[in-house]
């Protein structure tokens, strides 16, 4: 397993959708994943510490985790089927591990929140990886630190202009 970072959160223009980029630690690759615009909203919450009056489904869930007596130790990217990224919740109660397989924006968002390391499968990487290589003279336009104010502002515009026809491409 290779251990990533939330590099950005951004919604691509070509297609309105936003998108995790999560780079490799120590290296020079990131693993691109489209994910939707509540998750979005979400990750960009718990990066900014926002905490909802009550909670949201990512809360509870860590709550939920908690109150069973167990803690989530990893999030791992595991596969790519059919353009759809699976990811596992790596749980530990008492000595027992557990394996839950879950969205991987979910699992980003719950792992922002609780503090657990996020991984992604040597072969995943391997794969479906791109090389980031920064070079002075290029435009860093893609590759950010998150922007949290911008991600929102980004999310909310598409949420404004979506309309139901355009998921019928």
Known sequence: MIEVV???VRVDVGSSTPLLLLEEVGGNRVLPIFIGAPEATAIAYALQGIEAPRPMSHDLLGNVITALGAKLFAVE???LVDNTFYASLRLLRGTEELSVSARPSDAVALALRVGAPLLVHDDLMNAEGQVYVADDDV??????????????????????????EDFNQ
């Open 6 to 8: 939330l590099r950005a």
């Open 77 to 79: 990217i595991v596969e």
């Open 139 to 164: 435009d860093d336009d893609m590759i950010d630190d998150v922007d949290g104010d911008a991600l929102l502002a980004d999310l909310r515009s598409f949420l404004d202009n979506v309309n139901p």
